[in-house]
């Protein structure tokens, strides 16, 4: 099975899962009549490979292994078959969740500075404005990650506060400035909410059900596990909280990517502690599964 291959961590793993990752991309953008360059498949692989990396390593508390990676592909894969596959917007997307939250992970590191960790963490989710304005919303949950390894002052707060001011009055100024009023209310624009009412597609479903799982043990977790766990399965079902704010107020493709990201902690801690191993293993086929099912019946 692949999840059982992708918890070796013999490097030439890291090779298996860029391959398996870009070569399904294609399958999955093929059956759905979407373009499926070169440069996408492979962006696909190694963007498994990279979130992997930077996020088990932050974390510590994830198991270095490469099962990360996989989980986050299979999560994308069930996410964004229903809709147009996987796209630069989803990598984008993924990408943007994965460097805030190895950001964010790096609070409770007690060997920086706490004023480096709170600026390059306010900084870093300003610089996000660049994408889209919608990445306001992470300034609310990492006001609330920054009392990770420190006491939360009001010192902290102001501190964060700078640092996500200045990209942002940046590129507010930029917008009004070069294009005028216009230009900046139309950057504004997209924080507006619609509101669509969607019924979840199989592969949505298939996700939400794993979550549902995942709750109880992060509630096991709150009174067993150690620190550094507790605060990465908080931080993860922070960001999923957002995600799906996001995308039900602002019905949007790359959401597919974030909530990847952020679900995959909690998909990895139920490898771990799901009761019954048969659930275990079908973890990753279920999404792959629900996935396809969206495909070819939704």
Request: with cysteine; hydrophobic share 55%.
């Amino acid at each position: 099975m692949p999840t059982l291959l992708f918890r070796n961590a013999h490097p030439g793993v890291a090779v298996v899962l860029v391959a398996v990752a870009a070569l399904a991309t294609v399958g999955l953008n093929t059956i759905l009549n979407q373009s499926v360059p070169v440069t996408l498949a492979l962006a696909t692989g190694v963007a498994a490979w990279f979130f992997n990396f930077i996020l088990v390593y932050r974390s510590r508390y994830l198991k270095m292994n490469y099962l990360y990676g996989w989980l986050w592909f299979v999560a994308v894969f069930a996410l964004s078959s229903g809709r147009q596959g996987i796209q630069w917007h989803t990598l984008g997307g993924s990408l943007a969740a994965a460097i805030w939250m190895a950001l964010a992970y790096e609070m409770s590191f007690v060997e920086r500075s706490a004023l480096t960790r709170r600026i390059n963490l306010g900084f870093v989710t300003g610089l996000l404005l660049l994408w889209t304005v919608r990445f306001s919303y992470f300034i609310v949950v990492s006001l609330w990650a920054i009392g990770w390894g420190t006491n939360r002052s009001g010192r902290g707060f102001l501190q964060l506060l700078i640092g996500w001011l200045v990209p942002a009055a940046a590129i507010s100024t930029y917008h009004w400035t070069l294009g005028g009023p216009s230009a900046f209310y139309a950057w504004i624009a997209p924080l507006q909410p619609r509101l669509e009412v969607f019924v979840p597609s199989p592969g949505e479903a298939v996700l939400l059900f794993w979550l549902l799982m995942a709750i109880p043990q992060t509630l096991r977790a709150t009174v067993s596990a150690k620190r550094s766990k507790r605060q990465g399965l908080y931080l993860s079902w922070s960001g999923i909280l957002v995600a799906v704010v996001w995308c039900i107020a602002h019905p949007d493709a790359s959401t597919s990517g974030l909530l990847a990201v952020f679900a995959t902690p909690q998909l990895l801690n139920l490898q771990d502690y799901l009761p019954k191993y048969w659930m275990r293993v079908l973890l990753g086929p279920s999404l792959l599964a629900g996935g396809l099912l969206s495909v070819f019946a939704w």
